[in-house]
């Protein structure tokens, strides 16, 4: 079934008339007629200090160049835009549910907290290793070959000729999705009891997300939800973050894909990046047997991901893919991060994310998943043994429009903000010799940000554990 009307009609025309995908998302009427045309438009007057103008292909129209701090994958701390110190945001103040703060100002501040938290958890996610989507698979072989490894490049062949054929799948040269979300914080678990929201309907923040892609390793997505808009990407050197309560962020490591891309989005992308996964075994899910495929994030990656107090200690990915129709149907990553405070012992997170994959449909020949679901579980760990929290968060999510080989994409949809090239050069170039020096200030002035970034956070991650010893909930 072919699901590639409305805005992809609108934007061939705008093409044609010399429009990039990069302005029609800001400035074409026709777009507002759209359901989800809210997606891209800027959000004023929010709270959440949200700029006014943002435009994704250029860095002119961009704020005044903000100090910077490393992306941190998984819950973040500190507190409003630009990471105000003190002790209220993140896990402390979710908690806070049934503090001193009473009333709609309590329901409203613990409602900002739970965005806040689903939105660096759910908002971009990466996948764990960097992959090549344009190298070919492994010759499958028998050969001096462990049986585990033989096998997953069996079950990757059919899962390619499952989704389309690798032929067609190769004439990809980019892509764009369009889809809508809900997103929820269930529940949270203590040593002492559990606490489960009652009023699932009514807590759930609804909202959509725009993706584009384009070879080789360029991606963008944007996606609003609850009156706050986190949006990022890669150029295939660089990817970044943008929250409006941090701004943006540089990724420490490779250039790597999105895992939102992984989620029956992009098959190609999807088996390259299991090219060196093993094969560990076979499991029933929702009454279908699946074959598990299992990648580890190598050491070398862990190393240049991790950052100040925070190491990454292992980020692992599991598939599942049908036994019936040789699809994934399951998507599972856990990573360990382990944080260092100061003075005092060290905290473990452990972020899993299951996201299940349905209604396989076929988009100009590729088999696209339309909707779906992921379930996150947020643990944390360390100090003493009954310190423990688990915290549930839960998405949902729907394919409104898919299209492939866009007109008229290009490099400059994929520029990332001004101020992050601008370290991002003084990185590679210390000292100019010939220019004003004007880069290697820039560097400095990023790494500078950056120490202070994890003394903050270490500091902000104190008071944290503080405070949660101190919540009666």
Known sequence: MERKQGFFATLKVEVVRGLSPGKTRSRTPARSRLPMSGLLRRIKGNDNGVSDVFVPRSGSLRPAPETLSPLREGPEEGGERGGGGGGGGG??????RNGSVSGAAASAGAQRSDLRLMLGVLG??????HVVA???LPHLSVKDTPIETSSAHYILQ??????????IQNSVHNAYAMGKLKMLASDIETPDKVIKNRSSSKCAESGGFVLWQMNPDMWYV?????GSKVHAGSNGKLVWRHTPWLGAHAAKGPVRPLRRALQGLDP???ASMFANARCIGEKKINGEDCFILKLCADPQTLKARSEGPAEIIRHVLFGYFSQKTGLLAVLEDSHLTRIQTSGGDAVYWETTINSYLEDYNLVEGIMIAHSGRSVVTLFRFGETAMSHTRTR???AWTIEEVAFNVPGLSMDCFIPPAELRLASAGDDREVSRSGTGRSAVGAAAYRAKVARSGRSFDHSIHNMTRQMDDINI
């Open 91 to 96: 896990w402390g103040s979710w908690m806070r």
């Open 124 to 129: 971009a996610p990466l996948a764990p290793v």
């Open 134 to 136: 344009n190298e070919p």
């Open 158 to 167: 059919q899962y390619l000729a499952a989704s389309g054929g690798l032929k």
């Open 222 to 226: 944007e996606l609003a939800i609850g």
């Open 268 to 270: 190609r992308t999807t």
């Open 393 to 395: 968060l839960e998405e």
